[in-house]
T-cell receptor, first 110, second 115 residues
């Protein structure tokens, strides 16, 4: 499959701090990206998406940044809460498939 | 239901046994995906349906894996003669649109353990 990887496999942050999770992708033709959150024993949950014609998109407490020049995606979580603890995946869309990276495990320290 | 539903949640199979995993997508969703997720890994694509048509099965690891969606709604993933390496969580996702450019919603998954 495509190479969608994450720079940091684990991340620990203090409650209330901001979190940044990074992702690199290899297919410059990919035109749609999604960040998913996966809690233990559950399926991936949609957080936010971005299309390739955008550089930035904001949601509630989350922001996704897309840098097509270096093929890099990031997820910023503002005021991180204990409920944000989970594994985060970026998914890259090519054709009918979504390619997922390995994931970053985020732990929020109360 | 409101979300994607998968059954069973857990399945233990003896090596060589056949299994069938069911996915009920969100009503009206055209696209349906199956993924395989090994422990500590991201989901890996298996196959894609647009309505009842299986448009992409490039991710199916062997001819022991078979998926169908005969009426364009419920889908079944069948694994014949299960092997230990088939142990994983099998995820189903559906989306309203086609071509992959729309939000895909995932079910809880079926955890298959082959002993």
């Amino acid at each position: 499959g495509e190479n969608v990887g994450l720079h940091l496999p684990t991340l620990s942050v203090q409650e209330g701090d901001n979190s940044i999770i990074n992702c690199a992708y290899s297919n410059s033709a990919s035109d749609y990206f999604i960040w998913y959150k996966q809690e233990s024993g559950k399926g991936p949950q949609f957080i936010i998406d971005i299309r390739s014609n955008m550089d930035k998109r904001q949601g509630q407490r989350v922001t996704v940044l897309l840098n097509k020049t270096v093929k890099h995606l990031s997820l910023q979580i503002a005021a991180t809460q204990p409920g944000d603890s989970a594994v985060y995946f970026c998914a890259e869309n090519t054709g009918n498939q979504f390619y997922f990276g390995t994931g970053t495990s985020l732990t929020v320290i109360p | 239901g409101a979300g994607v539903s998968q059954s069973p949640r857990y399945k233990v199979a003896k090596r060589g046994q056949d299994v069938a995993l069911r996915c009920d997508p969100i009503s009206g969703h055209v696209s349906l995906f199956w993924y395989q997720q090994a422990l500590g890994q991201g989901p890996e694509f298996l196959t894609y349906f647009q309505n009842e048509a299986q448009l992409d099965k490039s991710g199916l690891p062997s001819d022991r894996f078979f998926a169908e969606r005969p009426e364009g709604s419920v889908s079944t993933l069948k694994i014949q003669r299960t092997q230990q390496e088939d142990s994983a969580v099998y995820l189903c996702a559906s989306s309203l649109g086609t071509g992959g450019m729309t939000e895909a919603f995932f079910g809880q998954g079926t955890r298959l353990t082959v002993v």
